[in-house]
């Protein structure tokens, strides 16, 4: 069994800064790439950043320059940085990992997710 739990969200007033973390604990052998999307009302889900094993990043055109994605040195833990934050990015932000258990089987776990409201 395999969990990833998210942590950091809140509410900031516009031009705020939040740090998301989110930690997989559980029978992990390895885990390859990791992500943040996020979900605000009324509309899809959307990737806003995401980081491979060996540290390579994307971003959603939406966050680049405001927001960083990294990762720890176990590779367990990612964490996104939010700088300059925006009442678009009002959302609920998921951590998603692509996870090969002890066991050998690869598939990709989601976090139950973390409120993030942005809002004077």
């Known amino acids: 069994q395999v969990q990833l739990v998210e942590s950091?969200?809140?509410?900031?007033?516009?031009?705020?800064?939040?740090?998301?973390?989110?930690?997989?604990?559980?029978?992990?052998?390895?885990?390859?790439?990791?992500?943040?999307?996020?979900?605000a009302p009324g509309k899809q889900r959307e990737l806003v950043a995401r980081i491979t094993s060996g540290g390579s990043t994307n971003y959603a055109d939406s966050v680049k320059g405001r927001f960083t994605i990294s990762r720890d040195n176990a590779k367990t833990t990612v964490y996104l940085q939010m700088n300059s934050l925006k009442p678009e990015d009002t959302?609920?932000?998921?951590?998603?990992?692509?996870?090969?258990?002890?066991?050998?089987?690869?598939?990709?776990?989601?976090?139950?997710?973390?409120?993030?409201?942005?809002?004077s």
């Open 91 to 119: 959302a609920v932000y998921y951590c998603y990992g692509d996870v090969v258990s002890g066991g050998g089987e690869a598939y990709t776990y989601r976090g139950q997710g973390t409120q993030v409201t942005v809002s």
């Open 8 to 39: 950091g969200g809140g509410l900031v007033q516009p031009g705020g800064s939040l740090r998301l973390s989110c930690s997989a604990s559980g029978s992990i052998f390895s885990i390859h790439a990791m992500a943040w999307h996020r979900q």
